[in-house]
C-alpha cells in the first residue's frame, strides 16, 4: 500500500541549475506533505513543508507546490549547489490515521559542479 | 542544541535474540516516533508515543514493543529477530502529537544486523 510515490529513483543536475524533484501521492486524506533530505550515515533532515491549503511554500533556495487535484507536489531548489547531493524524500500525512507519516522511497540527487 | 540522540550506532545479532535500541528527544519534544529504513526504501512506521502514552501503531508484527519514559526518551524492542529485521532504525522527535504538522526530527538511526 504505497501512497506516496517519488517515481525517480535519480536525478543529475548541473551547479547552479533548477532542480525539480517529484512526488504523487493516492490518499486525498493527506493534509501536511514535508520533504526530507538525506545524507549517508547520518538521519532525514526536515527541509520544508506545506499544508494541503496552500499551493506554495517557500524557504530560501526552496519552494515546494502542491498541485491537489493532480495529486502532485514537487521540490524546487534553485540555484542547486553540489551541497545539495543526497537522497531526498516526500512524506505525507493525514489526520486521525494513526499519527503513520507516510515517506517516499526517495531520489538521489546528483548536483555536477 | 542536541539534536536526537540514539544509541547504539550499529548492532549485530543472530536470529531468535532480543534487541532494545535506544532514544533521547530533542530537549522539550515530547513525542517520539520510531521508524524502519530497508535499504532503497523510504522510512516505515512503527510506533509513535506522545506524553508517554502510544498514539501510533504501524503495521509491524507484535515482536515489535516500545515505550517512553518520563523524560521522553524511548526504547524500541524487537524479540525474536528474524533476518528481515535487518535495517537502520530511526528515531524522531517532535513538538506536538500530531506528525507532519509538527515536523519530524530524526536521529542518526541504528544499523541492526541480524545473522
Known amino acids: 500500500d504505497q501512497q506516496v510515490k517519488q517515481n525517480s529513483p535519480s536525478l543529475s543536475v548541473q551547479e547552479g541549475r533548477i532542480s525539480i524533484l517529484n512526488c504523487d501521492y493516492t490518499?486525498?486524506?493527506?493534509?501536511?506533505f514535508l520533504w526530507y533530505k538525506k545524507y549517508p550515515a547520518e538521519g532525514p533532515t526536515f527541509l520544508i513543508s506545506?499544508?494541503?491549503?496552500?499551493d506554495k511554500n517557500e524557504d530560501g533556495r526552496f519552494t515546494v507546490f502542491l498541485n491537489k487535484s493532480a495529486k502532485h507536489l514537487s521540490l524546487h531548489i534553485v540555484p542547486s549547489q553540489p551541497g545539495d547531493s543526497a537522497v531526498y524524500f516526500c512524506?505525507?500525512?493525514?489526520?486521525?490515521?494513526?499519527?503513520?507519516?507516510?515517506f517516499g522511497a526517495g531520489t538521489r540527487l546528483t548536483v555536477k559542479p | 542544541d542536541a539534536g536526537v540522540t540514539q544509541s547504539p550506532t550499529h548492532l549485530i545479532k543472530t536470529r531468535g535474540q532480543q534487541v532494545t535500541l535506544r532514544c533521547s528527544p530533542i530537549?522539550?519534544?515530547?513525542?517520539v516516533s520510531w521508524y524502519q529504513q530497508v535499504l532503497g526504501q523510504g522510512p516505515q512506521f512503527i510506533f509513535q508515543?506522545?506524553?508517554?502514552?502510544?498514539?501510533g501503531r504501524g503495521n509491524f508484527p507484535d515482536r515489535f514493543s516500545a515505550r517512553q519514559f518520563p523524560n521522553y526518551s524511548s526504547e524500541l524492542n524487537v524479540n525474536a529477530l528474524l533476518l528481515g529485521d535487518s535495517a537502520l532504525y530511526l528515531c524522531?522527535?517532535?513538538?506536538?502529537?500530531?506528525?507532519?504538522?509538527?515536523?519530524?526530527?530524526f536521529g542518526n538511526g541504528t544499523r541492526l544486523t541480524v545473522t
Open positions: 524522531a522527535s517532535s513538538m506536538g502529537p500530531r506528525t507532519g504538522h509538527s515536523p519530524l526530527h
Open positions: 490518499n486525498s486524506m493527506f493534509d501536511y
Open positions: 506545506i499544508s494541503s491549503i496552500k
Open positions: 530537549s522539550g519534544h515530547k513525542s
Open positions: 512524506a505525507a500525512s493525514a489526520p486521525y490515521n494513526n499519527n503513520d507519516m507516510r
Open positions: 508515543y506522545y506524553e508517554k502514552e502510544e498514539r
